[in-house]
């Protein structure tokens, strides 16, 4: 959430427009135009969708790598998706219900000849042709974490000791803005825990302790909120603040956009029994499992160190180009 917060004031302004980015030497009016003047960012034409250039997929890479190693003690179990979802388990998954403005689904043609003619013909035209598209069998992941569930639900009641689950995913939502931290793909690292709620809380606060740790590692201003996800609608409203609430959610803050509330770029969150009440999750002693997952927005991590270091790596502070692998 790029929550507006009562005590941002504790945080230092992020740079108003039309002041010099540090490290490019010049002026420049928005961050995301610095970024595209430094071709750290291609523009594609769709806002929210960028190429990356070498030079941001290292400090990204950089950045993955420092999370598995601030992770090595916790001998996750390492989990590799496409940036696909089925469509079954999508549906399952209550997704539509709370955020059915984010999701993409995927769509193919699968007519015949003739409708391959109609369909040539009105790109000819230039008339809409995607009503020839039917939807497939997959959907594109929202979120990392989210694959995994119906995948540990068919192995069975969890060991005593529950799991711990590595995921990075791209991931899609539909949600374009001009804010370079709210792409519509993007790259989400997490840890998922599965057990029983102590284990998870026990999760949950010691990866908000490293979380933090990792910033300042990183020199990076930040702090920590509870915060709530964007439910779809009136009845959402209720389902957020309740999230609120009972503090399910917390995330660590980063200032990156131009006099905008400082942004989440790390994300910790409770799920309670959500996952297993859609699907058959369950403890060694038959209860339903509760679930938790730690996530780091690698490209909003990666846009918060240009921000707060330069868009010139030469004038990072050396620790940090050495915590991230020696970029
Ligand atoms: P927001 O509230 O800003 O939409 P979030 O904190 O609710 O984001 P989560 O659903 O918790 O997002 O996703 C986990 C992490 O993925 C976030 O902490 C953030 O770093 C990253 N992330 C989420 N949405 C985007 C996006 N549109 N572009 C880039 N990174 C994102
Ligand atoms: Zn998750």
Redesign the pocket.
């Known amino acids: ?3 507006s917060l009562d005590n941002a004031s504790e945080l230092p302004d992020a740079v108003p427009p039309d002041t010099s980015v540090a490290g490019t030497g010049y002026t420049t009016p928005t961050f995301l135009q610095a970024l595209i003047d430094a071709d750290i960012l291609i523009p594609t034409g769709v806002d ?1 969708i960028y190429g990356r250039s070498g030079v941001y997929e290292a400090i990204a890479e950089g950045m993955n790598a420092l999370v598995t190693q601030a992770g090595a003690d916790q001998h996750a179990e390492v989990l590799r998706f496409p940036p696909t979802t089925p469509r079954k388990d999508f549906e399952d998954s209550e997704y539509l219900k709370s955020f059915p403005h984010l999701a993409g689904t995927v769509h193919s043609f699968c007519g015949n000849e003739r409708d391959h003619f109609r369909l040539l013909e009105r790109l000819e035209e230039g008339e809409d042709w995607t009503d020839q598209q039917r939807p497939t069998r997959v959907v594109l992941t ?2 990392a974490c989210y694959p995994i569930y119906p995948v540990m639900a068919r192995r069975g009641p969890l060991p005593p000791e529950g799991r711990v689950v590595d995921v990075f995913s791209y ?1 899609f ?1 539909h ?1 374009p ?1 001009l804010e370079p ?4 793909m ?3 690292r ?1 840890y998922v825990r599965l057990g029983n709620a102590g284990q998870i809380l026990a999760f949950r606060q010691m990866w908000i302790e490293r979380g933090q740790a990792l910033a300042d590692q990183l020199e990076l201003r930040h702090m920590l909120d509870v ?4 439910f779809f609608g009136r009845g959402g409203k209720l389902v957020a603040d309740n999230q609120r609430d009972q503090k399910l ?1 917390f ?2 803050l980063i200032p990156v956009n131009d006099g905008a509330p400082p ?5 910790f ?1 409770y799920h309670v029994d959500h996952f297993s009440t859609v699907w058959t999750l369950r403890t060694s002693d038959g209860e339903k499992a509760h679930t938790g997952c730690a ?7 990666t846009l918060a160190l240009l921000r707060q270091h330069g868009l010139e790596l030469g004038q990072w502070p050396k620790t940090v180009r050495a915590a991230l692998g020696g970029i």
């Open positions: 959430m790029e929550a929210g929202p979120a991931c939502r949600e803005s931290t709210r792409m519509q993007f790259r989400m997490e915060a709530n996800d964007p959610k995330e660590l942004t989440a770029c790390m994300s969150n996530a780091f927005g690698i490209d909003r991590l």
